[in-house]
Every structure is written in structure tokens, then in C-alpha cells.
């Protein structure tokens, strides 16, 4: 007789700790509706910590209301309430709840505020990306990423938000999701070029820019990003080849002119060089590096006819004179174009200098120490 009592007494101990329990999530509940959430908080953490209610999907399910809720007051003695970010406590409650939810009693009122939330989440990513706090935006889209690990337009901003970031692991990942899910654009591939080369992979960035070269043929942007490595190697000849094809492409287009002078110009083909670089300003006028190089080439080829005549012993004063008119009429072919250069740029140091250079070749003093004024005005750049 004593041994059931005893078990009926246990039996209505542990009722009446259940009952508490439940109780805690109910205040909870009634202290939520009524506006109370520095009571509706502490009542639902203990619910859900407690050994007896913390398997209720029911508290769960307060939980993320009572977060939800703090998110989304504006009196400032409730925000304080919490140190943690109220919206994702949220979701990770109602992920929770869902998971304990076997009746599926609030399978459809939470994938809606669920959905709800991974739009906050979205969108405060974007914000977070246009405030240029890129490691907070790709913190954003990667919790969102949780619950729609396909969605191509989050995968494609969370690649290019980590690149911003300077996370290339991070961006690698995100592109291969889209290659997976056949993601169609050119951009991926000139992304995941673009992370292994920051991740030191040049050979890894090339097979990249091939495959899509192969998927994209007439995409100018592939080629040029593989150029610019080819550039890096030193593989001229396969450079020029590669511009040409680009050019091809799309003719108009002053940097890949550019591009070709400047390869041609290396080799050593400064015939070919001056037409490219001449082509680039043709179709840009305004554009400062084509007139340039171009200046430069021909003063530089300049400066050589004038050291080679200074070779020639004053005996042959007849072959001196001829040398250095000729290198004289270098000079005047360079003039022009390093003149438009530093009208396009008048604070551009090499091109000041190579002009006062040029002037006192040509016995143009006046405009040599004109020139020399202007660099030391500038502190002798």
C-alpha cells in the first residue's frame, strides 16, 4: 500500500512538473498577445531549455514568435532585450519546430513566416552590398542559401558579393553550384577565373576561360581575361593571335586595338604596333594611353638613332649630320602624340618628362624649361 502510494505520489510530481512546464510556454503565449515581450521572453527561453517541453514543437514555435516579435517593435527597451540577431533566433526556431512538428500542426503558418524571413534576409543583404559591408552580405545570402540551397540568383550574388569580399574559396563554391544547376552565363566563368587567380591557380584560371571560350565563342571579355594571363607569361605570339580573333569579334573596340600595339610593340613589329596603337585612337580620341604609347614608341626609337649617331667619330661629320637629322625627324613624328597626351593628362609625369626631353633634342628650349617648370611645380615628377 505504501509502495503505490508512493507511485501515485511520484506520478503527480512529475504531472505537475510537465503542467509547469507547459504553463511556461502558455504565459508565454498570453504575455506574447498581449504586447509583454520582456515576460513573454524569459517564460519561453526556460520552455525550451527545460528537459520536459524543450521536444514541444509548440515551444519552439513560440520562440521564433517571441523573436519575430522583438525583430519587428521599434521601442527601444525590448530591442535591448536581446544581444543576438532576433531574426535569425527566429528561424532557427520555427526550423526547430518544424523538425519536432510530426502532427504538422504549424507546418503551414511557419513555411510562410519562414519564406517571410529569408526575404528579410535577402534583402538585407542587398542593402549590406550596396553599403559596400560585403562580409555582412554574404553572411546574409549564405543563411538564406540554408533554406534554397538551388535559388540561382542568391548563388550568383553570394559568388559575387564573396569576390567583393575577398573570399575566392567562398566564390569558387558558389560558382560550382551554378555550373551544377546549368547556370548559362559567361560570367561564371570569368568569376571562377578570376578567384583561382587570386588563389594563385593560374592554370586552374585558364582551364576555366577555355571551357567557356568553348561555350562562348564570341565572348570578348573570356578572351581578354586569358590575354591578360598569357601577357603575365610572356606568350606574345599567342597574345597577337588571340587580340586578332578578339578584334574580330568586335572591331570597335579601342582597348583591344590598344592591346595589339602594345604586343606588337613588345615583339618588336613597330610597324604593325603604330597602326594598332593608331587604330585606337581613331576610335577613341580621348583615349590617353593609345596616343600614349604611340608618342613613346617613336621616342624611344628616336633616342636610339640619337645614341647610335653619337657613335659615329667626327671624321664622318657628313654621316654624323645625316644621323641626327634623322633622329631629329623621329623626334617630330613622336611630338604630337606625347603633346595630345599630356593635354589629355597634364599631371601625367612620363609624359613631361619625354616632352622636355623631346624639346631639347629638337633646340625647342623655351618650351623645355617651360615643361621643366610644370614638373617642378608638380614636385619634380
Known amino acids: 500500500m505504501k509502495t503505490a502510494l508512493l507511485i501515485a505520489l511520484m506520478s503527480t510530481l512529475t504531472f505537475g512538473q510537465v503542467f509547469a512546464q507547459s504553463q511556461k510556454v502558455q504565459s508565454a503565449q498570453i504575455y506574447l498577445r498581449s504586447g509583454e515581450l520582456d515576460r513573454a521572453l524569459p517564460a519561453i527561453e526556460e520552455a525550451v531549455v527545460h528537459e520536459k517541453t524543450m521536444s514541444s514543437a509548440k515551444a519552439w514555435y513560440y520562440r521564433g514568435e517571441v523573436y519575430l516579435a522583438i525583430f519587428g517593435t521599434d521601442r527601444p527597451e525590448f530591442q535591448k532585450l536581446v544581444t543576438a540577431d532576433p531574426l535569425l533566433v527566429a528561424l532557427e526556431s520555427y526550423r526547430k ?53 538551388n535559388d540561382t540568383n542568391v548563388l550568383f550574388n553570394a559568388a559575387l558579393t564573396s569576390e567583393k569580399a575577398k573570399e575566392p574559396a567562398k566564390a569558387i563554391q558558389f560558382l560550382d553550384a551554378l555550373l551544377k544547376l546549368n547556370f548559362k552565363s559567361p560570367q561564371i566563368y570569368i568569376s571562377l577565373a578570376s578567384n583561382k587567380k587570386a588563389l594563385g591557380d593560374t592554370a ?100 636610339e638613332l640619337m645614341n647610335e649617331a653619337n657613335k659615329i667619330p667626327f671624321s664622318k661629320q657628313k654621316e654624323y649630320d645625316a644621323a641626327i637629322a634623322l633622329a631629329k625627324e623621329a623626334f617630330q613624328k613622336a611630338q604630337p602624340y606625347l603633346e595630345k597626351a599630356h593635354e589629355l593628362d597634364p599631371k601625367d609625369s612620363n609624359t613631361m618628362v619625354s616632352l622636355q626631353q623631346l624639346y631639347a633634342q629638337l633646340k625647342l628650349n623655351d618650351k623645355s624649361m617651360e615643361m621643366k617648370k610644370k614638373r617642378d611645380a608638380l614636385g619634380g615628377k
Not at 519536432?100 to 534576409?121: C, H, P, R
Not at 602594345?262 to 587604330?279: F, I
Not at 590617353?288 to 608618342?295: Q, V
Open 97 to 149: 519546430c518544424k523538425s519536432l512538428d510530426t502532427q504538422d500542426d504549424f507546418g503551414a503558418d511557419i513555411n510562410k513566416k519562414m519564406l517571410s524571413i529569408v526575404g528579410e534576409l535577402y534583402n538585407r543583404g542587398v542593402e549590406h552590398y550596396n553599403n559596400k559591408n560585403y562580409k555582412a552580405a554574404m553572411a546574409d545570402f549564405e543563411l538564406v542559401l540554408i533554406d534554397n540551397p
Open 204 to 303: 586552374a584560371a585558364l582551364n576555366y576561360l577555355n571551357e567557356g571560350q568553348k561555350q562562348y565563342p564570341n565572348e570578348v571579355a573570356l578572351i581578354i581575361d586569358e590575354l591578360n594571363i598569357f601577357l603575365l607569361q610572356g606568350r606574345t605570339t599567342e597574345v597577337v593571335s588571340k587580340l586578332e580573333k578578339a578584334i574580330a569579334l568586335d572591331p570597335n573596340n579601342s582597348s583591344l586595338h590598344f592591346a595589339l600595339g602594345s604586343a606588337l610593340d613588345q615583339s618588336g613589329d613597330k610597324t604593325k604596333a603604330a597602326v594598332s596603337y593608331q587604330r585606337s585612337i581613331d576610335i577613341k580620341p580621348d583615349y590617353f594611353d593609345g596616343w600614349y604609347n604611340l608618342g613613346a614608341m617613336y621616342f624611344n626609337g628616336a633616342a
